[in-house]
């Protein structure tokens, strides 16, 4: 075994943990901020030295495969850009008064225990311990989404606790029902948890207890990935939680529950009389795809706007892994990286228009690109992207799925292309008025940092214009190990 290996699956779980101490103490903004960049800056390295070094053996709680090594970069990747964000941003509500020094203490410590339940849960090896830390990173978003303390942000983080009790309730028996369809074959005890020992026995484990789990599994971990109808938290959490927190629940806390599915579906994918969890994927897909697609044109409000696109946008990718094989895994791994990539940048610049603003109401929000081009430009290239314009990375995506989709299954690509033209006509409609037009609302100048926002969408344009053949072989072979 390398030490280096060992030391980067280490680092990815120590140093926000670690981060977290410190910053629940340090009562300066400014350092506060920086360390929490750091740290995340640091952790990030760790992931990718995962590349380079030699993977440590399979433990009973930990493991690095194909398949988490996608969503622990990823997870890094995010979580330190919009780190860079959150610095801009948290200062900004300091000044105005929004948030105190000791709110900023809490909020900092909270960013990396969440960082750390969502790498844990990622690299977990024990279903149980999975379980442990999805729950641990919803409780820490629930915190930091009531953090601004007015009515509205506390009756969302107490929506969001409730409605994801419910969810983690659900996830918690059906990983009970698995334990217990594994126990006549492996025994009991913890080798029973431990996802490579079921995924070497699940042969053999009861199918009926194995489709009861799995329903649970999918109903609890769907709330956190926030499918319809399972999604009510997800409007309200992005809506009055800090900006940064709508980034990382968008760009990362939804996948992570997907993986989590992920790992279930694999599972049942090896037991040959147990049901095939396609169908279910697939319909829970399309419903979130259509139902978010409709609900885009009702909204006012610019936060839950883009909340109801990243339902669409998990419908999509729930519908491809859904159906299978090797196109539509490989579009639906392709698609959740350039969703996070884009859905996170235009979080970013939605935070800095609601600050510069001083609404979030998209009838008082106009001609950005005008009065603040840097800003109002980034946000018309990140709807673009999201809306699934050529030649940005979410095209490429769609379009391979719907290909796949057309030659299995052309019934199924009917209401697939309808929701995704539902849910680009009404992106469009939003981003003519809020972007162009007589300017409204203030012209005060920003004082912010765009990078994070334009270094994610140079990343996603050039995701649409040129796959690196490494990348596309590693993305093939994870598309292959998901069946």
């Keep these: 075994m390398s030490l280096a290996a060992l030391d980067a699956v280490t680092l990815v779980l120590l140093l926000p943990i670690a981060a977290a101490a410190l910053l629940a103490v340090l009562p300066g903004y400014r350092f506060s901020a920086r360390l929490n960049v750091g740290a995340s800056l640091l952790t990030l390295f760790a992931a990718l030295s995962l590349f380079v070094s030699e993977r440590p053996p399979v433990g009973q709680f930990l493991f690095v495969d194909d398949l988490n090594i996608v969503f622990i970069v990823l997870n890094t990747f995010v979580g330190f850009t919009t780190s860079v964000f959150s610095a801009s941003y948290i200062g900004h509500e300091l000044e105005t008064g929004r948030l105190t020094p000791a709110h900023l203490r809490f909020y900092h410590a909270m960013y990396q225990v969440m960082m750390f339940g969502m790498n844990l849960a990622l690299v977990s090896n024990n279903i149980g311990l999975m379980w442990v830390a999805v729950e641990l990173a919803t409780l820490t978003t629930v915190l930091m989404v009531g953090i601004y303390r007015t009515h509205e942000a506390l009756e969302a983080a107490w929506k969001y606790f409730i409605l994801g009790s419910v969810g983690i309730a659900l996830a918690l028996f059906g990983t009970i029902l698995v334990y217990m369809a594994a126990r006549p074959a492996i025994g009991e005890g913890l080798d029973a948890m431990i996802w490579t020992v079921l995924i070497e026995h699940v042969a053999a484990f009861d199918p009926a207890l194995l489709n009861l789990a799995f329903v649970f599994l999918l109903l609890g971990y769907g709330t956190k990935v926030g499918l319809a109808p399972l999604h009510a938290w997800l409007p309200d959490a992005h809506a009055e939680g800090p900006t940064p927190i709508s980034a990382v629940l968008s760009g990362l806390l939804l996948n992570v529950a997907l993986y989590a599915?992920?790992?279930?579906?694999?599972?049942?994918?090896?037991?040959?009389?147990?049901?095939?969890?396609?169908?279910?994927?697939?319909?829970?897909?399309?419903?979130?795809?259509?139902?978010?697609?409709?609900?885009?044109?009702?909204?006012?409000?610019?936060?839950?706007?883009?909340?109801?696109?990243?339902?669409?946008?998990?419908?999509?990718?729930?519908?491809?892994?859904?159906?299978?094989?090797?196109?539509?895994?490989?579009?639906?791994?392709?698609?959740?990286?350039?969703?996070?990539?884009?859905?996170?940048?235009?979080?970013?610049?939605?935070?800095?228009?609601?600050?510069?603003?001083?609404?979030?109401?998209?009838?008082?929000?106009?001609?950005?690109?005008?009065?603040?081009?840097?800003?109002?430009?980034?946000?018309?290239?990140?709807?673009?992207?999201?809306?699934?314009?050529?030649?940005?990375?979410?095209?490429?995506?769609?379009?391979?799925?719907?290909?796949?989709?057309?030659?299995?299954?052309?019934?199924?690509?009917?209401?697939?292309?309808?929701?995704?033209?539902?849910?680009?006509?009404?992106?469009?409609?939003?981003?003519?008025?809020?972007?162009?037009?007589?300017?409204?609302?203030?012209?005060?100048?920003?004082?912010?940092?765009?990078?994070?926002?334009?270094a994610h969408l140079a990343l996603v344009l050039g995701a649409g214009l040129y796959l690196p053949p490494p990348l596309v072989v590693w993305f093939q072979h994870v598309a292959r190990v998901l069946g």
Excluded: C
């Design 261 to 454: 599915v992920l790992r279930f579906k694999m599972l049942l994918a090896q037991s040959p009389d147990a049901i095939a969890p396609g169908p279910l994927m697939i319909s829970m897909g399309l419903t979130s795809l259509i139902f978010a697609g409709f609900m885009l044109y009702r909204r006012r409000d610019i936060k839950r706007m883009f909340a109801y696109s990243s339902i669409e946008h998990m419908g999509i990718i729930t519908f491809a892994f859904g159906m299978g094989g090797p196109l539509a895994n490989f579009a639906g791994l392709l698609h959740m990286v350039m969703h996070s990539l884009t859905k996170s940048a235009i979080f970013y610049a939605v935070g800095h228009i609601a600050q510069i603003k001083g609404t979030q109401k998209i009838a008082e929000i106009r001609g950005l690109t005008e009065t603040h081009p840097w800003l109002g430009w980034g946000l018309v290239i990140g709807v673009v992207a999201i809306a699934g314009l050529p030649p940005l990375g979410i095209f490429m995506s769609e379009f391979l799925l719907v290909s796949s989709t057309f030659a299995r299954q052309p019934l199924l690509a009917i209401p697939l292309v309808f929701g995704l033209l539902v849910a680009f006509g009404a992106l469009l409609l939003r981003l003519s008025s809020i972007a162009f037009g007589e300017p409204k609302g203030s012209a005060a100048p920003a004082e912010a940092s765009y990078v994070p926002m334009y």
